[in-house]
């Protein structure tokens, strides 16, 4: 991948170089070349940047999507009901004609609540991201948990710490229940998702994962009836800097 980060560079770079690059299309790469050209010694922006940029920009999201893409799945076929609501509400909004063929992203998140909050709801028992994200304790130090510590120190947090937290999503925090996200304490619970990390270390990917997930997964539960292939075997898992996932076997079946 960071291979194929570099030829798309040094590609983009010959076609400038020669005249046939048309810049009608503005994608990254042509984003990150303007900042080059423009900027790129008062802020030491070099080719180097360019080429590492490019290598980043194809690597998030895919990982972390793919583990999200299964949990969701994972979760609602262990949670018939779930599912079946989940299908009965996609189906609603295809049938009133509120999806262009290609659903946008807003509109399912305005249009499938309940699977919005399933996709919450499995996320947040199974974040893609399993390693603490870590961070420097700044000057003068900070409280955190009632215990004070001292500036310099790197402190982190596993999102699954926060995301089984029962002062946080209730006693029954350690299991699947999208419906706790029409409660009044869905806004408080939101500022604790922390699947993607926070602040100015959030994933870069975070946004086109959840444009992939509102925009694809409603596609194939229209398309596709799903079931387990083996329904009573628990997924296989391998948790390292990702909690990847294996084992997932799914029979799919065109609806219509």
């Not at 080429?51 to 895919?62: D, K, N, R, T, V």
């Not at 402190?155 to 029409?182: C, E, S, T």
């Not at 990917?205 to 409603?218: D, E, R, T």
């Amino acid at each position: 991948m960071e291979s194929y980060g570099r030829y798309c560079v040094k590609r983009r770079l010959d076609e400038i170089n020669s005249g046939t690059y048309t810049g009608a299309r503005k994608d990254l790469l042509a984003k990150f070349f303007d900042i080059y050209a423009e900027k790129g010694e008062k802020v030491d922006f070099k080719l180097a940047d360019i080429e590492q940029e490019a290598y980043i920009a194809l690597f998030a999201g895919s990982d972390t999507t793919a583990i999200a893409f299964r949990a969701i799945i994972y979760y609602l076929l262990k949670n018939p009901l779930c599912y079946h609501e989940v299908i009965r509400e996609i189906d609603e909004a295809y049938k009133n004609g509120l999806f262009t063929p290609n659903i946008r992203y807003t509109d399912a998140t305005t249009h499938l609540p309940y699977f919005s909050a399933c996709c919450k709801e499995s996320m947040r028992l199974w974040p893609s991201v399993s390693m603490l994200l870590p961070r420097h304790v700044p000057p003068g130090g900070c409280e955190i948990a009632g215990k004070f510590i001292p500036e310099g120190y790197r402190v982190g947090m596993n999102a699954g710490v926060l995301h089984y937290n029962k002062d946080i999503f209730g006693a029954d925090a350690d299991q699947f229940n999208p419906n706790r996200w029409f409660t009044e304490n869905a806004k408080n619970m939101d500022r604790y998702m922390f699947q993607f990390g926070m602040g100015p270390r959030t994933c870069i990917g975070k946004n086109i994962s959840f444009s992939q997930i509102w925009k694809l997964l409603p596609q194939l539960f229209r398309t596709f009836e799903f079931e387990l292939a083996t329904p009573d075997l628990e997924w296989q898992t391998t948790n390292y800097f990702l909690n990847k996932q294996k084992n997932l076997e799914v029979i799919a079946r065109l609806r219509f």
